[in-house]
């Protein structure tokens, strides 16, 4: 059973350009989270989606992030105008379902550079 | 709103000695999940242990225990026999206990870097 995959591992942008950020959760997994983690700090929760749902987005920033968890196919973490402040990991976990008994599973994150 | 304190920036033990990693928390509630995660240099994050608030019981595994104190809201990870390859940083988190919504996401503190010498 495939763990949580996240593609790209690393990504490059230039100000003003728009990061995606792909998460396919492991198999069986229909609830996702993804949180940001900057230079020397630790992770912090961005948005909550379930398929085709967004549950929570209490911590994503209120312009240029947005996210999408389709009913097929990976969630997605877009950013739009990169600024070099979003240079950050990027990490997002799946869950098999909304009781907070369930673990939450990590990718490997993707390291975004906005130069 | 619930906070996580990881006093430690770093820590340094020797290779088979027992090191402790401290982590305090602030909540209101009285059910909830707490957690060391922990991340070498791959950044693959690691679940290492977790307890609920419920279990008076400390929390083992292998040579990884937690010390959990409800009351002082003090949750900390020693670690048994270091190892080399246990040089990581270490990540303490929070997850309510609470169903569904937006209580389900974790919150974790700054981490400890942890280096083991040989």
């Known amino acids: 059973n495939a763990g949580v995959m996240q593609n790209p591992r690393h990504l490059v942008r230039r100000r003003g350009q728009e990061a995606r950020l792909r998460c396919s959760p492991m198999?069986?997994?229909?609830?996702v989270y993804w949180y940001r983690q900057l230079p020397e700090e630790g992770l912090k929760f961005m948005v909550y989606?379930?398929?085709?749902?967004?549950?929570?987005e209490s911590g994503m920033p209120k312009e240029r992030f947005s996210a999408e968890f389709p009913k097929e196919g990976p969630s997605i973490l877009r950013i739009q105008q990169v600024v070099r402040g979003d240079s950050a990991a990027y990490f997002c976990?799946?869950?098999?379902?909304?009781?907070?008994?369930?673990?939450?599973?990590f990718g490997p994150g993707t390291r975004l550079t906005v130069l | 709103a619930q906070t996580v304190t990881q006093s430690q920036p770093e820590m340094s033990v020797q290779e088979a000695e027992t090191v402790t990693l401290s982590c305090t928390y602030d909540t209101s509630e009285s059910d909830y999940y707490l957690f060391w995660y922990k991340q070498p240099p791959s950044r693959q994050m690691i679940l290492v242990i977790r307890?609920?608030?419920?279990?008076?019981q400390n929390a083992t595994e292998n040579r990884f225990s937690v010390n959990f104190q409800k009351a002082a809201k003090s949750f900390s990870l020693k670690i048994s026999d270091s190892q080399l390859g246990d040089a990581a940083m270490y990540f303490c988190a929070y997850r309510s206990a609470n169903y569904g919504g937006s209580q389900g996401n974790l919150i974790f503190g700054k981490g400890t870097k942890l280096s083991v010498k040989p």
């Open positions: 307890q609920e608030a419920y279990k008076q």
């Open positions: 989606l379930q398929k085709e749902n967004i549950i929570d």
């Open positions: 198999k069986g997994h229909s609830h």
């Open positions: 976990a799946s869950s098999p379902g909304a009781s907070s008994y369930n673990e939450q599973f």
